[in-house]
């Protein structure tokens, strides 16, 4: 008889769904070559288009916002195909857009490059998030979720790294050369994508190995498609992913609004502008996959969590307005107090990003998870491009006023999530401990299923 002591043991060592290495190591992949141009965007594109600025500026922002209109379709298209075939599609789509942007010297050739390419950017965070739920569940989400965002981190980082290497030793031309690696970093990622397979087929093959399938597997279920409307009607998920919208404001903060107020405000050195960026990727890196392992550790429910990180922002852009206020005229001073911001931001960010995108996932029906992700991914979209005109509006009349809102939105958007954790469904609030039994079926929740009414699927 087995004992208890070897059934928890059988599923811990089970847990792992063979090949789900591949998602952190794609990450640090692609972060590589999306590091080696984000840093460095306008310049980048100015470089190996030869446009001016201002035309390079307009079209990343109207094309980016365009962007956005591809995110329901890509929804949709996941719930139909599969979130590894579209991952695969995005990444040809990029593969293609970043070989063919040292040749779009024409302001139209441009154009038109940098909108696909745009598009493909905006769809594929929604696409991974629904293929973390396709080849995990419970606790073994969070713990992807927090490996492949720790991983994209480094890659970051080593990303910028090697572009500023590239550039420094071939000059403009280094430029080029970065587009191209970019382009060669996505086509790597989708080769090592290849070995993933989704959780259900996993059990399949397992059932089938141990013979407890009557005969055949039965085969794969077809995605169902109840359009958009079935997102619309959740409220409590859309009280989630406003709440995200909130938050992602915070995330804009150290990137858009950091800069602004360091040199306009404080009268700083900009070179703390790059440590801080620095401090934050090597602690994002460093201690992201250790923070996660410690908060599920905790037992933490993820809307907690969620909120936890939230208030950690607050608490971080409150130092800021008391900084704004204090102005302190010692660059010592100064750099050592942006230090300890910087870490308390950070340590929202490590708390609050692996609690609240698997929170997303968890809570989202599996056959329409993908356009469930695709709204929630609309939230970080629209943020983004909120952020510099709010900031800066702000910025102006006082520099503290930006960082007093993020406040206001950072507590508001934890105390949404609180309020709406009895209306998610539970195995979303708090992880379900076992991932894949060795020859048990999955936990029953106490979710309801939604009603799917058209089950070929559809655009809508």
Not at 103 to 125: E, K, Q
Not at 267 to 289: D, E, K, M, Q
């Amino acid at each position: 008889m087995t004992t208890p002591k070897a059934r928890r043991t059988e599923r811990a060592a089970d847990e792992r769904v063979p090949g789900e290495w591949t998602l952190p190591v794609t990450a640090a992949v692609n972060g590589i070559g999306t590091g080696m141009y984000v840093p460095f965007t306008l310049v980048f594109f100015h470089a190996v288009t030869g446009l001016s600025f201002t035309a390079v500026g307009a079209v990343l922002t109207a094309t980016g916002l365009a962007g956005i209109a591809v995110l329901p379709l890509a929804g949709a298209a996941v719930d139909r195909y599969g979130a590894k075939r579209v991952q695969y599609a995005l990444y040809g789509v990029r593969v293609a857009g970043f070989a063919l942007y040292p040749f779009a010297h024409s302001l139209p050739a441009y154009a038109a490059v940098a909108l696909v390419t745009a598009a493909a950017d905006r769809a594929f965070p929604a696409a991974q998030q629904s293929l973390i739920g396709e080849v995990a569940s419970g606790a073994g989400q969070d713990r992807l979720q927090a490996s492949t965002r720790a991983l994209q981190n480094a890659g970051n980082g080593a990303g910028a790294l090697l572009a500023t290497l590239v550039v420094s030793l071939a000059g403009s031309a280094g430029y080029t050369y970065a587009a191209w690696g970019n382009a060669l970093s996505f086509a790597l990622a989708a080769l090592l994508l290849r070995p993933l397979r989704p959780l259900r087929q996993v059990r399949q093959v397992r059932q089938v190995r141990r013979g407890r399938a009557a005969g055949a597997a039965a085969p794969v279920a077809r995605r169902a498609g109840a359009g958009y409307r079935l997102v619309l009607a959740d409220r409590p998920f859309l009280v989630v992913t406003g709440a995200n919208f909130l938050n992602a404001l915070s995330y804009s903060a150290l990137s858009v609004l950091f800069p602004l107020f360091m040199v306009e405000w404080l009268h700083g050195p900009s070179v703390l502008t790059g440590a801080a960026f620095t401090l934050n990727t090597v602690l994002c890196a460093v201690a992201g996959i250790g923070v996660g392992a410690r908060v599920r550790g905790a037992g933490a429910r993820r809307t907690r969590a969620a909120a936890l990180g939230g208030a950690l922002f607050a608490t971080a852009f409150a130092a800021q307005i008391v900084l704004g206020t204090v102005r302190p005229g010692s660059a010592t001073v100064l750099g050592g107090a942006l230090v300890a911001v910087v870490v308390v931001y950070t340590l929202g960010e490590l708390i609050h990003s692996p609690a609240a995108q698997v929170l997303a996932v968890a809570a989202a029906p599996e056959a329409v998870r993908g356009r469930y992700l695709a709204a929630y991914q609309m939230s970080w979209s629209l943020a983004k491009a909120v952020a510099p005109c709010l900031f800066t509006a702000l910025l102006a009349l006082d520099g503290r006023a930006p960082w007093a809102v993020l406040v206001l939105t950072s507590a508001i958007a934890a105390a949404l999530l609180i309020r709406t954790e009895p209306r998610l469904p539970a195995q979303a609030v708090r992880p379900l401990p076992t991932t894949v039994a060795r020859g048990h079926a999955p936990a029953p929740v106490p979710a309801p299923a939604p009603v799917l009414t058209h089950p070929e699927g559809n655009w809508s």
